[in-house]
């Protein structure tokens, strides 16, 4: 199956219903497919390699996810926050890619291959039927149907290769055809150059949901939308959730058609989330754990798991809060050690998984082993009924006298202080211990200090574990996802500690 064919399928199921709306536009899913069409014939007639999507959230972004199928390219969403020298890089290995920016002129392309979103949804819903011989042959299910650039966050941004085969699996294994009610709408404020964005074109349309964009993301425009759209299901980062529950203010939420919050992309402080649970009343929660690599969603932490840690005094439901569920029907996950042996429960190690829809593949290049199983070079562990729990980044581990040690442990335990808001653990090159525990802490203006942090990270965690060096800082480095840059983190610490 190819992303065309899903398309037909909404289309065949419930057409007439608005498929996506944005500012001053909405479309349906009978124009949704028209434009697609539309979009593939003004590609063709460019020439293009591909179609490169550098804005924000629009409803010209499904137009150019399908209208790339349709005309057997890929879509390139790119990062539009990047500077000008690393968008003309990226933008430079597509180099007869139609465009559809807001920055126009963009660095290094032809003005004559750009369009904006406004022009791009009007000269593909007016373009007409496509000919035979017009549009090209549409993707197949092994040709390559969207290409992600990495974040970077420890390094140059890499191609990850999604093909027609493995964005379908996503859909068919996790998302019920036709589930969603006339009703039903998600808001989406998650950036089309991440694959939550790409995963909420694909699975709202396969659902019938409509989608209602926001960018840029503003909380208190977050909730209004929710209440005065009748929004049933949205998406958010952690960061996303930490500002909705301050702008609340221990008030509620007071959504009530919300019935789903989904969430992930990052590591969700348990703190934000617990006080998330308390405010929105009836509504759902569900963590998605997954990666670009792997089509996005490959384990869910659903509502009854939300729900159950919240009643009774169960604790071992309680601390699968800290979890990220169990992996989706389609996918098989291990944790091995460094010799690539599986580990028994509960037992952390290196993460792998695999099925039908985790490519793993950069640039052309698979970094699948024999058997299919692609390393997400996440730690973690797996508890007896099958709940994965993610501890970080291998490379973030801190190796102190030969102990392995997850920043995120300590993490969360200086975000339970209550005048922290914000923290990063990493380590710092050291003679005699290999490593030391750094961190640096975003406090309010009354305190704590760093004695006083040492001394409550050491009330709860072994003097091991316990950070050599506390440093403040007003903000944290993070991608516009929410990720925490810890190389940048690691440098400024170095450049803060001098020669």
Known sequence: MDLGLILEMAVAGYGDRVACT?????????????????????????????IVFVAPN??????????????????????YRLADNQLEALVARHPRALVVTERVPLPGVDPARCLSPHDFVDRSLSAGPLGPSEAGAPGGPDDVAVILYTSGTSGVPKAAILRHRHLAAYVLGTIEFAGAGEDEGALVTVPPYHIAGLANVLSNLYSGRRISYLDPFDPAVWLARVRDEGITQAMVVPTM??????????????????RTLSYGGSRMPLPVLEEALSRFGDTGFVNAYGLTETSSTIAVLGPDDHQAALIGNDPVARGRLASVGQVVPGVEAQVRDERGRALPVGEPGLIVVRGAQISGEYDGESSLDDEGWFP??????????????IEGRDDDTIIRGGENISPAEIEDVFVRHPKVSDVAVVGVPDDEWGQRIAAVVCVDPTGPTADELRAWARS????????????????????????????????RLQASSGP
């Open 22 to 50: 944005g500012p001053h536009r909405a479309v349906t899913y009978a124009e949704l497919s028209r434009a697609a069409a539309g979009g593939a014939l003004l590609a063709r007639a460019a020439g293009a390699d591909a």
């Open 58 to 79: 629009h409803v010209a972004y499904p137009i150019a996810v399908f209208s790339a199928a349709a005309a057997g390219l890929p879509c390139v969403p790119i990062n």
């Open 241 to 258: 959730l930490a500002r909705i529950v301050t702008h609340l203010d221990g008030q509620d939420a007071r959504v009530p058609t919300l």
């Open 376 to 389: 997400t070079k996440d730690r973690g562990w797996v508890d007896a009924d099958g709940y994965l729990f």
């Open 460 to 491: 709860q965690l072994r003097s091991s574990r316990t950070p050599d060096i506390i440093e403040f800082a007003d903000e944290l480095p993070r991608t516009h996802t929410g990720k925490l840059l810890r190389r940048e983190v690691l440098a």
